[in-house]
């Protein structure tokens, strides 16, 4: 009975914290039953009104090892699956950064290929001393994440693939600190 209140709770919230908060209530409940129905109610009813982001529609990650975006790894692509839409989207880029990174900035190219095959590229660049943007906080102390929205308002005119390539610019082999890179779109909120 936990383990598929489990998985349907799994599908119901998409964030990854809350997938890491039921697993951590699923190894909960294998050793006390008791505790776990004290905590899910309320944790429960925390996640329904923060944890569920129906936004966002498309969410991927690529994890470095060694901390490291290594210079052979020059280019990263997400191949995304959209439905057409004439409401907009935003396209955003996460660098997991882990430490101070060895560089100051970070040049990269941002190209977006649609299933019919039109092209569009963008000149990025992440500044790690001056961001755009405020870090936001990593699950460690020593991780930030630094956040670079690629297009605050996007719109999808195809259904299909789409292909989504970040290319680095770096003219040093290796880029230490950078723990990983998380691609997500997702629908720009109406007011």
Same mark, same amino acid.
């Given at each position: ?29 294998? $050793? *006390?039953? /008791?505790? &776990?129905? #004290? ?8 996640? @329904? ?69 039109? $092209? *569009?590229? /963008?000149? &990025?660049? #992440? ?8 870090? @936001? ?55």
């Amino acid at each position: 009975m936990t383990k598929d209140l489990t998985q349907f709770l799994m599908i119901l919230f998409s964030s990854p914290v809350t997938h890491r908060l039921l697993l951590f209530l699923y190894f909960c409940a294998q $050793k *006390t039953m /008791k505790k &776990l129905t #004290f905590l899910l109610f309320p944790l429960l009813s925390v996640l @329904l009104f923060t944890g569920c982001n129906k936004s966002i529609v498309y969410d991927e990650k690529v994890v470095f090892p060694d901390n490291n975006w290594a210079f052979e790894q020059k280019a990263i692509t997400f191949e995304a699956p959209l439905k057409a839409s004439e409401k907009p989207y935003s396209v955003v880029l996460e660098l997991e950064l882990v430490g101070t990174p060895n560089v100051e900035k970070f040049d990269a190219t941002f190209t977006l290929i649609s299933p019919a095959g039109g $092209k *569009t590229v /963008k000149a &990025l660049l #992440f500044n790690f001393v001056h961001p755009k943007e405020p870090y @936001l906080k990593g699950d460690a102390p020593n991780k930030k994440i630094y956040k670079l929205t690629v297009y605050p308002k996007r719109f999808f005119s195809e259904t299909g693939t789409y292909s989504l390539e970040v290319n680095q610019f770096s003219n040093k082999a290796d880029n230490y600190g950078i723990h990983s890179l998380r691609l997500y779109i997702e629908k720009v909120k109406e007011k």
